[in-house]
């Protein structure tokens, strides 16, 4: 008959090699199966289970304990000693989970009790699960009642068990049931432990055996000497290349795990000697530049780089800003009170009922005037139908009749040259003027300046909206309108004259007694020809008194050996390039071309980033051996610093010397910081600036910055610099080609005004010692200095007219784009097309008597530029400068003034756009000024 044994599907028997044993001991002593047993199917079952008996000995003594056994053949054996029992006795149970699967029965041809198959019968019918009902017959009835008779016992967990009279007495079915129960039992219970287990459990704790991945199994670890192996490799591998076959390696003694090899010290860290790493290795110090290390945040979050400042210090900052904001706060209140007469006097209103309207414009927009580019701070004047925009300052130049700022564009050709032409070669220079093509702009109408000079106000001050060609609709009325609240400019105003006495009484510092000195120029009668030049270590909070009385004199700083005050990361630029690759958002791509500006003709070129670093250390020269300068343009990207480099941001932010002003993100007294959060925040930097260099001035394609003057003051900090050695060969070459340049110099321009350039036309009379003096600070030795990598010409302020005037009279004597002689000049200095050599600045001393500051800047020198001081600079070696702007209140009003010259500049100039916005700057500045003062004074 049938017997449906059931079983769970994802459980095992896990057989032994004792109870393998015992199985056949109790199978031979277990009641014979007849003759008639022993057919085809019988046989092969056997054959079957014999197999599978020799598997599971041999997976037994191999050690493969995790081997399962046939589900199925392991109760089809079940099954048949159960069957061979001459004893009614039978245990079953029902299983808690798992689908019910229904099985081949084993056929049981012993003779045996009718109970013993009624209830075998009962057995194979139990109802099945999932909450079926079968229907009922006599056996199921049969059932019913011994479960309510109690013949049938529940047992626990959903189990039910049934147990029939049994003879005692009979000891095969003793052994057999003995058997059954040290059977090891399903559903995850856990099995007697044998020897072969303990072994292997052993082996688990002590890592012989582990894991191998998939479905939990296990494999036996080899038994190797870890001590040797893991050590010999962990002595050889270098934390920096990860690499364990360039020999010798240096061990740290401080974390005593790091070890580097030393080609990878002596290529990433050049300045640190080999007993430094012994002592703490870069990864200690936080400046590793691995690529690992690079890409992690863990070395500068440990960093303090937000400034924190007492009370007493604040209100003294307060003061002091107070002090030099007030001025300018009272002059732009007085200019609201002038429109605000203009509009009274349109309205017919006194001016008490004057009330601007609200100008509608979210916190994040920059508004711009219409005509002159220039930010809108407050007071304004809109069309209502088409949103025209117009500055106080254009309002009142409009009713005078004499607009500015609009100026139409200035066209400048330039013909396209080769690099023939450039070095002075003839016969393509012929060849070469037949094919040269003139770049040009489409002129701007002459119509649109006739409309121009049409519009005009009304006598009583209305202004119209200006025609459709001038960016209006010509139909409506420009109107008085603010962005600020109502009376918000008056309010601040006579909160902050409550503290006008308080702050005219700040201490100011002085400079008696003091060595921290550089000479940088050679002025007769002059007490500014030293530059204030303390070293960053040395910078106390008494220093902040001493650099504020050089600093509103408009007069340059240099601080030195500012590096020593960071934690050494290399501004190696393949380092810098390697940082720059790998810390990129996920999907952004990786840029392998550069754009570069090449300083003969000043044109952009793309350059693979890899050829352009390796330039960088050994030099490029074009097909005429003339060396090849070129210039990083914007790399990377301002906006992008912090984000691509933030390791090397920190380095720079750490470094920079009086934090109070520099910092870009929390110093005091730096009005770019003061801007809401809301407001749309000018790109102040930081800004790396990464070029060739040669010691030699060329005279033609020099690493330069040409002449100009940033609105803003600015700090620059020389991070890095490598000397390009050039050969003997090189060098007369270089001599031979700077005669052909001298010759088609004095062809196309200077022509009949050599004797400008030969002597002075009797303006200033100079002194043979000044000349002397002159000749030395700018002489070849103090340029070849080993220590030096950036030469600094810094005008000062008030020689501005006098320089002016010298470049619009010597323009013809320059080169810009493409090596065309300049044509014309629009501005002398805004235009930076302009750089003078020593041969001009010698001139410039002679005529004018005027001449710059000049020093080398040297490796770790920072440079803070006033704004309003037109410098150049001339790199001397390969250099890598960073470069951070900030407002000072001491320079605001040269800000302003600037702003103004930026103002009259044509639409298409490069520096038109008031992208800064200082008067908004110093607004803010004054309100977090009378806020901070009136909660310390008064805190409640």
């Known amino acids: 008959m049938d017997l449906n044994f059931p079983a769970e599907e994802n459980e095992s028997l896990c057989v032994k090699e004792e109870e393998i044993i015992a199985l056949k001991e109790h199978t031979e002593c277990s009641t014979k199966v007849p003759e008639e047993k022993e057919s085809g199917e019988s046989e092969d079952r056997e054959m079957e289970l014999d197999k599978k008996e020799e598997a599971t000995e041999n997976d037994v003594k191999n050690g493969d304990f995790m081997k399962r056994a046939s589900k199925r053949k392991s109760l089809q054996l079940a099954k048949e000693k159960i069957g061979k029992l001459n004893e009614e ?26 109970s013993v198959e009624e209830l075998k019968t009962g057995l194979a019918e139990i109802p099945k699960r999932r909450g079926r009902k079968p229907r009922k017959d006599a056996v199921g009835e049969q059932v019913e009642r011994d479960k309510n008779e109690g013949a049938i016992e529940k047992t626990g967990g959903g189990r039910y068990s049934c147990r029939t009279s049994m003879e005692a007495g009979d000891e095969s079915v003793e052994e057999v049931k003995t058997w059954l129960v040290e059977i090891p039992k399903r559903r995850g219970r856990k099995p007697k432990k044998d020897a072969v287990e303990e072994q292997v459990e052993r082996d688990n704790n002590e890592g012989g055996i582990g894991q191998s991945g998939g479905r939990g199994r296990f494999s036996r670890k080899a038994n190797v000497d870890k001590s040797d192996s893991a050590g010999k490799e962990e002595r050889n591998t270098c934390h920096q290349c990860k690499r364990n076959d360039k020999g010798r390696v240096v061990r740290c003694t401080k974390c005593d795990s790091k070890r580097f090899c030393v080609p990878c010290m002596t290529r990433w860290y050049p300045q640190m000697p080999e007993d430094a790493f012994v002592e703490a ?10 690529k690992s290390c690079l890409q992690l945040d863990g070395p500068i979050r440990h960093l303090k780089l937000e400034l924190e400042y007492a009370d007493k210090v604040k209100m003294e900052h307060s003061k002091y800003m107070l002090r030099m904001l007030l001025p300018f706060l009272k002059q732009f209140h007085e200019e609201q009170l002038a429109e605000k007469e203009i509009e009274a006097n349109i309205q017919g209103l006194p001016i008490s009922e004057i009330k601007p309207q609200k100008s509608n414009c979210d916190s994040v927009e920059r508004i711009y ?30 009713c005078e009749g004499r607009l500015r700022g609009g100026d139409k564009e200035v066209i400048v050709e330039y013909i396209r040259r080769d690099l023939s032409y450039l070095h002075n070669d003839s016969y393509k220079i012929a060849e070469e003027s037949k094919n040269a093509t003139p770049i040009k702009n489409e002129p701007s109408s002459e119509e649109v300046e006739v409309v121009k000079s049409e519009w005009r106000a009304t006598e009583r001050g ?60 050679s002025r007769k009668d002059s007490r500014d020809n030293f530059l204030y030049c303390p070293k960053a270590k040395e910078i106390q909070n008494e220093e902040m008194k001493h650099f504020q009385w050089h600093w509103s004199k408009g007069e340059p700083v240099i601080v030195s050996d500012v590096l020593e005050t960071t934690l050494g990361l290399s501004w190696e630029p393949m380092v810098m390039w390697r940082a720059f690759r790998q810390k990129r958002k996920k999907g952004s791509e990786v840029l392998v071309d550069v754009t570069a500006i090449n300083c003969l003709d000043w044109c952009e ?52 010397p009086f934090k109070d002003y520099t910092d870009p993100n929390c110093g005091y007294l730096n009005l770019a910081t003061k801007l809401t959060d809301k407001s749309l925040k000018p790109d102040m930097g930081p800004k790396t600036y990464i070029a060739y260099g040669v010691s030699q001035e060329l005279g033609r394609g020099d690493s330069v910055t040409k002449l100009h003057c940033d609105m803003s003051d600015a700090v620059n900090v020389l991070v890095h610099a490598h000397a390009v050695t050039l050969e003997p060969e090189q060098l007369v070459a ?45 002489s070849s030795a103090l340029v070849s200095s080993p220590e030096g990598g950036a030469l600094w010409d810094i005008f000062r302020r008030e020689d501005v007219p006098k320089l002016e005037e010298y470049v619009r009279k010597h323009f013809h004597e ?19 097309t302009v750089y003078l050599t020593m041969e001009h600045k010698r001139i410039l001393k002679e005529e004018y008597g005027i001449e710059p500051w000049t020093f080398v800047q040297k490796l770790g020198d920072a440079v803070i530029i006033p704004a309003g001081c037109p410098h150049q600079v001339r790199n001397l070696k390969s250099c890598i400068k960073v470069a951070v702007d900030f407002v000072s209140p001491e320079n605001v009003k040269e800000c302003l003034r600037l702003t103004k010259e930026f103002r009259v500049l044509p639409q298409n100039h490069r520096a038109k756009e008031d992208k800064l916005e200082v008067k908004k700057m110093a607004l803010h500045a004054i309100e977090q000024a009378v806020n901070c003062l009136e909660k310390i004074s008064d805190p409640n």
């Open 814 to 832: 320059f080169r810009h784009i493409y090596g065309n002689p300049l044509s014309q000049v629009i501005h002398p200095i805004h235009d930076q």
């Open 369 to 398: 005037c219409d005509n002159c580019k220039t930010s809108i701070v407050d007071f304004h004047r809109s069309c209502p139908r088409c949103s025209y925009d117009l500055c106080i300052t254009c309002c009142h130049e409009l």
């Open 462 to 521: 209305i202004i119209p909206c200006p025609p459709q060609l001038l960016g209006g609709c010509g139909e409506g009325i420009l109107e008085l309108k603010c962005i600020f609240s109502e009376n918000w400019v008056s309010n601040l105003l006579s909160r902050a004259r409550n503290f006008e006495s308080l702050s005219e009484n700040y201490e100011e510092g002085s400079c008696l007694k003091c060595d921290k000195f550089r000479k940088a120029a």
């Open 734 to 778: 270089i001599e031979k080609r700077q005669k052909k340049h001298a010759e088609q110099d004095e062809r196309e321009l200077r022509g009949n005004n050599k004797q400008i350039l030969n002597g002075n036309d009797g303006k200033q009379q100079i002194s043979e010692n000044e000349i002397s003096e002159f000749n030395l600070l700018n």
């Open 281 to 290: 290795c870069p990864v200690c110090r936080n400046n590793c530049n691995c």
């Open 605 to 656: 070129v793309d350059i693979n980033a890899c050829k352009f670093f390796k330039g960088y250390s050994e030099g490029r020269f074009d097909s005429y051996s003339w060396p090849q300068i070129l210039k990083l343009k914007d790399w990377p990207p301002s906006n992008l610093f912090k984000e691509r480099l933030p390791r090397h941001d920190a380095e720079f932010i750490r470094c920079l």
């Open 89 to 114: 006795v039978y245990e079953w149970e029902r299983p808690k989970r798992g689908p019910w699967r229904k099985r081949k029965g084993v056929e049981n041809e012993d003779t045996c009790d009718e």
